[in-house]
C-alpha cells in the first residue's frame, strides 16, 4: 500500500478530510521581527580570538619572508608593516585582558609571564629596527632577511608556548 492510500485510508476512518479546514482561530499571526541588522556580537572567547591573532601572525610571517625571497620587496614592506599593526594590537589584548587574569590566579606563573613580555617587548623594538632599515634598503640585503626570520623564530616560539603552556592554564581557571 502507498503511503498516499495508507493515509486517505486513515483519514477516512476517523472520519476526517485530507483537506480539512483549520478554522480561523487556530491560525498562527506571525510575530513582527524588527527588520534592523543585527550587529555582529564580538567574540567573547579570548582564547578563541588570542589563537586567531597567532594564525594571522603567523600568516602574515610567511608572507614576508616568501615575498624576500622572490625579491618582491615591495610586498614584504607593505606585509612587514601589517604584521607591526596586527602585532601591536594582540600584545595590548594580551597584556589587558590574558596576562592580568593569569597574575590574579595564579601568582607562581608571574615570573614566566614577565618573561614573555619582556621578550616579547624586545621583539618589537628589534622589529621596529629590522623595519626601519629594510624601509632604507631598494631590495633588501640577505643580513636583513636573516634578522627577520630570526625574530621571527623567535616570535613563532613565544606563540607556541602560550598555545601549549599558557592557554590551558587559563583556560581551566576558566
Given amino acids: 500500500m502507498k503511503l498516499l492510500s495508507a493515509l486517505e485510508a486513515i483519514t477516512a476512518r476517523l472520519g476526517m478530510s485530507r483537506k480539512a479546514a483549520v478554522p480561523e482561530s487556530v491560525i498562527r499571526q506571525e510575530p513582527t521581527i524588527d527588520?534592523?541588522?543585527l550587529e555582529p556580537e564580538p567574540e567573547t572567547d579570548l582564547i578563541a580570538r588570542l589563537s586567531r591573532d597567532h594564525g594571522q601572525l603567523r600568516k602574515v610571517m610567511n608572507n614576508i619572508l616568501n615575498s624576500a625571497r622572490e625579491q618582491k620587496f615591495d610586498i614584504a614592506r607593505k606585509e612587514l608593516v601589517r604584521f607591526q599593526a596586527l602585532l601591536a594590537r594582540h600584545l595590548t589584548t594580551e597584556n589587558r585582558d590574558f596576562y592580568p587574569q593569569l597574575k590574579e590566579h595564579l601568582p607562581e606563573y608571574t615570573g614566566n609571564i614577565q618573561r614573555?613580555?619582556?621578550?616579547l617587548h624586545g621583539i618589537t623594538t628589534e622589529?621596529?629596527?629590522v623595519g626601519e632599515i629594510g624601509e632604507k634598503e631598494p631590495q633588501w640585503r640577505s643580513p636583513t632577511t636573516a634578522a627577520l626570520r630570526r625574530l621571527f623564530e623567535r616570535v613563532d616560539e613565544r606563540l607556541t608556548?602560550?598555545?601549549n603552556s599558557l592557554f590551558p592554564v587559563y583556560c581551566a581557571i576558566g
Fill in 35 to 37: 527588520a534592523a541588522p
Fill in 116 to 119: 614573555c613580555q619582556a621578550d
Fill in 127 to 129: 622589529l621596529r629596527l
Fill in 161 to 163: 608556548y602560550e598555545e
